[in-house]
């Protein structure tokens, strides 16, 4: 009698909504956690390759570029297969594949194959962030869509900043970056499986998500498409044609000269201008990026909380990514005048705090774009990003080979920043979608 009555009172409460699109974009952040830790592995093992290949800055930064030439050329379409085919297929293959090229690299014998394990890693992890921007599209509300960015793009800095503890530690271990990678390989590969059976296209094919969840977003998503255009072109590179685009494209190209710059130079500038050994360049390193990681998270709450009192989209990131740009850009031209390591590293860690709350950039395809189009937009996005990853490290390594000085190279950084600002800050729109 008392289970029965137990049962009664039971059925009688209300039903609450799940958060499973909150434990999605928990599982993003970790797979971009590992995406960085993969790219990460090359920097922090730089040294000791450099010494076992016997290579110059030059071939370094030939090196450390290598992995964004193939991830810029699949941006693009690995977004249009995000949109033909949902992200969970996309996200679950870019996964097993990078494992696979990052397992394989432990087992190089020169820097050319190495480099062309970097190729290979590159075209694998393409996919991940347009997939990425589709499911925060999919999955989140306007009003949700600030944190589901962060934490799909703060992987980035905890990746890093995990990625340079854990290679560190694994090379200090064992004393062979190449097991180092074989193990952060084997461990991606059995991430992918695990993306695989919990991700989905859409919440209703979700088992874990109830109705009242599945509801919440679909009734956000109407009234957003309510004030979508009525009519849209049909044409993707009409989307060229807006200064919304081409803003978007630049800003993040210059946001990921600063952060590609500081992500596959700063263990080597750390260790030769600063006489860091291993271990006190994997602390410096996961302290800086680790600020960076807490940056973005706060960043995306700022703006959600800032969205739900009222505030115009546009007015929330034009301020949070002015506020960002330019305190990075102040903070990383002071490294470039201060001797003291330890100020250093908190100068470092301040860059990357504020400049990881243009991690808010991953709202823009699904503001600028109707919902079909937002892997394609995300993709665009990112390459502009990535032909920055191209430039910046063999830039980088060719200043510092001629000049023997990292001085320019902050300089480069600094001028990204400002370059960061005048985009997001006067050449988006962030009020209404392109007509596409």
């Known amino acids: 009698m008392k289970a029965e009555i137990a049962l009664e009172r039971a059925a009688a409460l209300p039903e609450t909504q799940t958060k499973v699109r909150w434990r999605i974009f928990l599982m993003m952040l970790f797979l971009i956690s590992i995406n960085y830790i993969d790219r990460a592995s090359l920097s922090v093992a730089m040294p ?43 996200i679950a293959a870019a996964t097993l594949g990078w494992g696979f090229f990052q397992a394989i690299a432990g087992v190089c014998t020169g820097w050319v194959s190495l480099l062309i394990t970097r190729l290979g890693l590159g075209a694998a992890e393409a996919p991940i962030y347009p997939a990425g921007g589709k499911l925060n599209a999919i999955w989140m509300t306007q009003n949700e869509r600030g944190r589901g960015a962060t934490l799909l793009d703060g992987g980035a800095p905890l990746g890093a900043a995990l990625g340079a503890i854990l290679i560190s530690g694994l090379i200090a271990v064992m004393g062979s970056w190449r097991a180092s990678f074989v193990i952060a390989g084997i461990g991606t590969v059995i991430a992918g499986l ?56 630049f800003g993040w190209m210059c946001f990921n000269a600063l952060f590609y710059g500081l992500l596959t130079w700063m263990p080597t500038y750390l260790s030769k201008q600063h006489g860091f050994d291993i271990k006190q360049m994997g602390g410096a390193v996961f302290i800086m990026f680790f600020a960076g990681f807490v940056g973005e998270l706060i960043g995306g709450w700022i703006a959600d909380k800032w969205k739900e009192s009222g505030a115009s989209q546009g007015k929330v990131l034009r301020t949070l990514f002015g506020i960002a740009s330019v305190i990075a850009t102040v903070s990383i031209y002071s490294v470039a005048k201060i001797t003291d390591p330890v100020t250093v ?8 705090f504020f400049l990881r709350w243009c991690g808010l950039f991953w709202c823009v395809p699904s503001i600028l774009g109707t919902r079909n189009r937002v892997g394609f937009l995300g993709g665009v996005m990112n390459l502009g990003g990535n032909c920055a990853g191209i430039g910046v490290p063999i830039l980088v390594g ?13 300089m480069l950084f600094a001028a990204a920043g400002a370059g960061l600002f005048i985009c997001s800050t006067m050449l988006i729109d962030y009020d209404r979608k392109i007509p596409v």
């Open 194 to 249: 695990w993306a695989w059976s919990y991700i989905r296209n859409h919440p209703r094919e979700h088992p874990g998500v109830n109705d009242i969840e599945a509801e919440y977003i679909e009734e956000a998503h109407a009234r957003e498409l309510a004030a979508s255009p009525a009519i849209t072109s049909g044409k993707i590179m009409d989307f060229f044609r807006y200064r919304s685009v081409w803003g978007m494209f």
């Open 48 to 90: 000791m390759i450099a010494k076992e290949f016997d290579i110059g800055p030059a071939t370094q930064g030939l090196l450390l570029s290598s992995f964004f030439w193939t991830y810029a050329f699949m941006q693009i379409p690995g977004g249009m297969l995000a949109d033909k085919y949902g992200p969970r297929h996309v």
């Open 398 to 410: 060719l200043i510092v080979q001629a000049t023997g000085s990292y001085y320019m190279a902050l």
């Open 345 to 352: 590293v908190v100068m470092l860690s301040v860059t990357l």
